[in-house]
């Protein structure tokens, strides 16, 4: 599966998009039937907690750009913000799907947390 980085700007529905992977920065503000988010080592589930990892992002994310130079200045207030990126991005990219929402997850222990939360839901 390729990214969309080189594709036109209206790849969501370009014929060959259900070849592509899409991402954060063009998904914004887009709504599709479903969706599928692959969540990388950036947040994993780790002693009941949910945690994020800037430096397990891709180096090509743009959204975390400058986050090292921040950390180093103030190590709080770039934590804090990194942290909220990516939750933000992953908030942002599950909910464009209208009807449905696929995800895969690198850490299984997250994958495990998901089920258990969907779990409770589903039985309310």
Known sequence: MSWNLNNTATWA??????H???????????EFDYVGVIIGDDLRYIDGKLTTDYTK???TDQSLKGISKLIKQ?????ERLADEIIRNTYRTLMT???KGCFIYCTDKR????FRERLARLAAI
């Open 96 to 98: 464009r799907g209208q």
């Open 74 to 78: 103030d190590k709080a207030k770039g």
């Open 110 to 113: 997250l994958e495990g947390y």
């Open 57 to 59: 992002r891709a180096k």
């Open 20 to 30: 592509q992977a899409g991402c954060i920065h063009t998904c914004q503000g887009l």
């Open 13 to 18: 529905i370009d014929s060959n998009s259900v």
